[in-house]
């Protein structure tokens, strides 16, 4: 992947590390990061302008061959469909003029996607085709993703109804039966599967999180009121974790929906979307205060400004590469951070209901960043030698 437009970190003081993690961002230039052992977690950010006049990328999603998926809505009213592969380049598929594409996902080879005009599920094929599937039960649907039964699940965001597509064969695409959402007005928002291999769900019309348990919707009410939950990932703890908009919090709740909630550093910094790092904590998109955010499963946070002022981060997944991309819907930009480590301090402190409750506190320690720019070849792979070297294949 070609190098990003800026390169940050926290903190760019040397100091004595004990081991060392490294990252290739682009052909003969390897990025050296120290990691203190034990430390909690910063991220070196880059970040990739989308060549789309107006853009604002919405949904985020990566393949198993490293490639990163997105979908785009243009304020002129295009929009697309955008690829971005390892060698850094750009390839746009082009929709209906207002179809607001929303959530995508992989399946079997292809990209579903969801559009909120015109109740659009569209499929891109690797050749490029687009089909439209036809959603005659569901209204501006949003929410989309793979289950562990193998089929699609999509949500609508106004008629309380989450639908199941039986069959993903392109000559059937056979629409199983709707299941409802107890609260119409829930207006489902992001799904995931969870621990216990069923659909979750965050209704951010409600204020509570839902799940699919024997063709049924199970819903569970949030501590905080007004909370707006939006991202929803499967920890990896065995327990859901969600992001609480209009809160600042990060909620945590067992499959049986006894909660904890741990607030943020500021109640208005919009957490939105969530995932699960390599490092096995979960990270987060702070929206409005421009800030990418980690926690462990022990509650103990920490936060870093992204580079580009009020970028509108939103999506964020975790890549094959163990990359964590992310959208910036206000700068028409994807953010890439590599887990690095804190220049801060950590800190973490929980309420809940049930038998759930947090604490924690930490410390972070600086990092080292040096660049080695005469690498001859184009580097793919690293690893750490029994001797401690490291060794690269080009």
Request: proline letters at 6%.
């Amino acid at each position: 992947m070609k190098r990003p437009k800026n390169t940050y970190s926290r903190d760019q003081y040397a100091v004595r590390v004990s081991r060392t993690v490294f990252a290739c961002f682009a052909a003969g230039a390897v990025l050296l990061l120290g990691l203190p052992a034990g430390a909690l977690g910063q991220a070196l950010f880059g970040e990739y302008p989308i060549p789309i006049v107006g853009g604002a990328p919405q949904g985020l999603t990566s393949t198993a061959d490293g490639v990163i998926w997105m979908a785009e809505s243009a304020v002129n009213g295009a929009a697309s469909i955008v690829k971005l592969d390892s060698s850094g380049t750009f390839t746009t598929f082009a929709l209906p003029a207002g179809s607001i594409p929303q959530q995508l996902v992989p399946l079997n080879g292809n990209i579903y996607f969801t559009g909120l005009n015109g109740n659009m599920l569209g499929e891109l094929t690797p050749a490029g085709q687009i089909t439209q599937i036809a959603l005659p039960l569901l209204t501006a649907p949003t929410a989309i993703v793979a289950g562990a039964d193998g089929n699609l699940w999509i949500a609508s965001s106004t008629l309380g109804l989450i639908n199941q597509i039986v069959s993903l064969v392109p000559s059937t695409n056979t629409l199983g039966t709707p299941i409802a959402i107890p609260t119409l007005a829930g207006i489902p928002t992001v799904m995931a599967v969870g621990p216990d291999h069923n659909i979750w769900f965050t209704e951010q019309g409600a204020n509570q999180i839902g799940t699919v348990r024997n063709n049924a919707v199970v819903e569970y009410p949030i501590l905080t009121a007004n909370s707006q939950p939006y991202g929803i990932t499967a920890g990896p703890d065995g327990n859901v974790w969600f992001t609480e908009q209009g809160a600042g919090k990060i909620g945590v709740s067992t499959t049986a929906g006894a909660m904890v909630e741990y607030p943020l550093t500021s109640s208005s910094c919009q957490p939105s979307g969530i995932t699960v790092g390599a490092d096995g904590a979960l990270w987060f998109a702070e929206k409005a205060a421009n800030k990418l955010g980690r926690m462990t499963t022990s509650g103990i946070l920490s936060e870093d400004p992204v580079p580009t002022a009020t970028s509108g981060l939103t999506n964020l997944i975790s890549t094959v590469n163990q990359v964590l991309m992310a959208t910036e819907s206000t700068a028409n930009q994807l953010l890439s951070a590599v887990p690095g480590v804190l220049s801060g301090g950590g800190s973490g402190s929980g309420s809940g209901s049930g038998s759930g409750s947090g604490s924690g506190s930490g410390s972070g320690s600086s990092a080292r960043i040096q660049f080695f720019t005469q690498v001859p070849g184009t580097l793919t792979q690293l690893s750490v030698g029994a001797d401690g070297s490291v060794w690269g294949l080009n």
